[in-house]
């Protein structure tokens, strides 16, 4: 059942566990209307900012078989229908530029958005910069119809918000309990998915800490997503951080962080 953004509602499936509201996925709808980066931030506008810059696309987001090296111009002309600006990929999937940290070449662009409305993050308080986050844990994500994210969960337990841009796109969303069994399955998992909605330009959906999700696009689509951290997930971070710290040190390298204390 596919939802309208507006009504994000719960699948009648026994997947959806016994998560309470205040870690269950939301939707606000058209929270990201009003942002600059949803009038300016268009593939016309990318690729005049960004044309002679190299990205690197993938076929599958979080498990790809493999990569490609391009130019920026090329690739929003393949996004657009020029299927013939790239070499085919190696399976039915798209071509997908995701984890693409914009702000790299051009930091201006982080004043054309703010956090959504009722998110509180914690995360620009850890640096001697507030955004040392960005590139690290908040990317664009542009790719044309049919491209899709694997079926993963965020690193370090954090939550994640994804704001739709451009275009729309599909997301699922399982319980907690439905990690486990996904995990253990491997590639070829079935999930047994207990949210699903359909986002439309404007719209931003957020998702809690540990939740399996998948996304794919339905028409050339631009989605900018952050990780963050708040009240209800930080002891769940530190933990994950505890677990992984050489990990967590090369995240974090050259940022300033100083968390966890």
């Not at 994000?8 to 942002?35: N, Q, S």
């Not at 993938?58 to 078989?65: E, H, L, Y």
């Not at 990317?139 to 729309?168: E, K, N």
Request: aromatic share 12%.
């Amino acid at each position: 059942m596919i939802l309208e953004a507006a009504e994000l509602v719960a699948v009648p499936t026994r997947a959806r566990g016994r998560a309470d509201d205040a870690m269950e996925p939301r939707v606000l709808p058209g929270a990201a209307a009003g942002w600059p980066a949803a009038s300016r931030w268009t593939f016309d506008f990318l690729r005049r900012c960004f044309a002679d810059s190299p990205v690197v696309l993938s076929d599958d987001v979080g498990a790809p078989s493999k990569h490609l090296k391009v130019r920026f111009a090329a690739y929003a002309d393949y996004c657009l229908g020029d299927t013939l600006a790239l070499p085919p990929p190696p399976g039915a999937s798209p071509w997908y530029l995701g984890n693409w940290d914009i702000f790299a070449d051009a930091p201006e662009l982080a004043d054309d958005f703010t956090l959504p409305e009722g998110v509180e993050d914690h995360m620009p308080g850890w640096g001697s910069d507030p955004r040392w986050h960005f590139g690290r844990f908040g990317w664009l994500f542009v790719g044309p119809a049919g491209t899709r994210s694997f079926p993963h969960r965020d690193l370090f337990a954090t939550h994640a918000w994804i704001a739709q841009l451009q275009g729309t796109k599909r997301v699922r969303l399982a319980a907690y309990e439905q990690v486990a069994a996904a995990n253990k399955a491997g590639r070829d998992r079935t999930v047994d998915w207990a949210w699903e909605a359909e986002l439309k330009a404007g719209d931003v959906l957020l998702i809690p800490a540990m939740m399996l999700h998948e996304a794919e696009s339905n028409e050339p689509s631009i989605s900018l997503s952050f990780n963050y951290v708040d009240d209800r997930n930080e002891v769940l971070v530190r933990q994950a951080v505890a677990a992984d710290p050489d990990r967590w040190a090369r995240k974090i390298a050259g940022a300033g962080v100083v968390w966890p204390a």
